[in-house]
Each structure stands twice: as C-alpha cells, then as structure tokens.
C-alpha cells in the first residue's frame, strides 16, 4: 500500500486500524512470496542455474494479474480496506487449496 494511500485516507477521515494495515501487508508479502511476484536472478550465475527464468505456471501468472489488479482497486480507492482483505483471503484460500500448483519458491 501506498504512503499516500494512508495520507488521502487519513485526511477524509477514515483511518484504518493498524492492525488492519499490518495484516493486509502480511498477506499481501505472502502472496507476492508464493506466486513469486517479483521473480528474477539476483545475478548471473543465479540465472544460469535457471532452467527457464521466464517461465512462470499459467495458474500463478493469472494470479499475479489478478493481484495487481486488486492492489490497483485499492490504491485508487475503489475498493475499501475490508473487500481488499477479504479478497486477499480468498486469494489466500485459493492458493492453501491448490498447494501443487502454488509452491513456494525456494
């Protein structure tokens, strides 16, 4: 989330808990973990032990859309902080359920 996310918030009068911040950076860092959001070689012999660097499962590319997406809802204030927990739990959920698909990466 962004600082002037917060901000804008905050000067409208709706101040979300921090517990409630804390809790949708959490998911949202376990997320970008599982479905490997930012997925690249540190450095060039990282990538030469890469089979494919650029291969990513079709399931956890949709997943990465649809999480860009959401934050972007959020972000511009099209969605309230409770539907973008309550989305990323269901997002949560779907990965726990489909744990063959989704590994973490190592």
Known sequence: METNTVL?????GRRPSLSALI???RKINALKEIL???????NMSDASSL???NYVPSPMRAKVIELKGLSAQYNNGLITLDMYNTKLDRMLEYVALNGEIFQKAS
Request: net charge neutral; charged share 35%; glycine share 0%.
């Open 36 to 42: 490997r959001y930012d997925f690249a070689p540190r």
């Open 23 to 25: 809790s949708t950076d």
């Open 8 to 12: 804008n918030m905050s000067e409208t």
């Open 51 to 53: 089979k494919n660097i």
